[in-house]
């Protein structure tokens, strides 16, 4: 073999095992089984395929950083924006911003839902006020909304209209207007 040949295979060995722990990570590998979050609950219901554009979004309970419980399906009558997130995902970080901005502007007309997949309530609490957001924040310490939804990719939005039909799916960050354009669909503008 040669030196080129070697290096490429430790490079493909490294990458294998960076992806292999970052997978790891996500689907909550530092967790033993008796060691979630105790302030931060969820609950799904069992057993649903992950979603599609023009179904109903799953229900889910979480309790919000805030405390506060949170149930999607009483959030009925209005536009949902539910986003999924991490507080390590670089692409969560730039849009946050962006995202902020959006949920003022449309405050009062569509609900913007934060997910935080992986996370403790006290890890996503100490990112909300660092970045200033103020939308509800969920955390999904053991992935069951997460994994409910299909998420395999972070950022990811799902827009659902005041039924709870999901009409539009977006992974990775969004840009304002996008959002927007989003939002308006969903409030018939």
């Given at each position: 073999m040669t030196k080129q040949s070697i290096r490429n295979i430790v490079v493909i060995v490294v990458t294998t095992v960076v992806i292999l722990a970052g997978l790891w990570l996500v689907k909550g590998?530092?967790?033993?089984?008796?060691?979630?979050?105790?302030?931060?609950?969820?609950?799904?219901?069992?057993?649903q395929a992950a979603p599609a554009v023009g179904q109903?979004?799953?229900?889910?309970?979480?309790?919000?950083?805030?405390?506060?419980?949170?149930t999607l399906s009483k959030l009925a009558g209005q536009p949902v924006w539910?986003?999924?997130?991490a507080t390590w995902c670089a692409d969560c970080?730039?849009?946050?911003?962006?995202?902020?901005?959006?949920?003022?502007?449309y405050a009062g007309r569509v609900q913007v839902v934060s997910v935080y997949v992986g996370e403790s309530s006290s890890t996503v609490q100490a990112y909300a006020q660092r970045l200033g957001l103020?939308?509800?924040?969920v955390p999904d310490s053991d992935n069951s909304?997460?994994?409910?939804?299909?998420?395999?990719g972070i950022p990811a939005h799902y827009f659902i209209d005041s039924s709870g039909v999901i009409k539009n799916i977006h992974v990775g960050a969004i840009t304002q207007p996008a959002a927007k354009a989003q939002l308006d669909a969903l409030l018939g503008g």
């Amino acid at each position: 073999m040669t030196k080129q040949s070697i290096r490429n295979i430790v490079v493909i060995v490294v990458t294998t095992v960076v992806i292999l722990a970052g997978l790891w990570l996500v689907k909550g590998g530092w967790h033993s089984s008796g060691s979630a979050d105790p302030s931060a609950t969820t609950s799904v219901a069992p057993g649903q395929a992950a979603p599609a554009v023009g179904q109903a979004a799953p229900d889910f309970t979480g309790t919000t950083v805030d405390g506060a419980s949170l149930t999607l399906s009483k959030l009925a009558g209005q536009p949902v924006w539910l986003m999924f997130g991490a507080t390590w995902c670089a692409d969560c970080r730039v849009e946050g911003p962006d995202v902020e901005a959006v949920t003022e502007e449309y405050a009062g007309r569509v609900q913007v839902v934060s997910v935080y997949v992986g996370e403790s309530s006290s890890t996503v609490q100490a990112y909300a006020q660092r970045l200033g957001l103020t939308m509800p924040a969920v955390p999904d310490s053991d992935n069951s909304i997460g994994d409910a939804y299909g998420v395999i990719g972070i950022p990811a939005h799902y827009f659902i209209d005041s039924s709870g039909v999901i009409k539009n799916i977006h992974v990775g960050a969004i840009t304002q207007p996008a959002a927007k354009a989003q939002l308006d669909a969903l409030l018939g503008g």
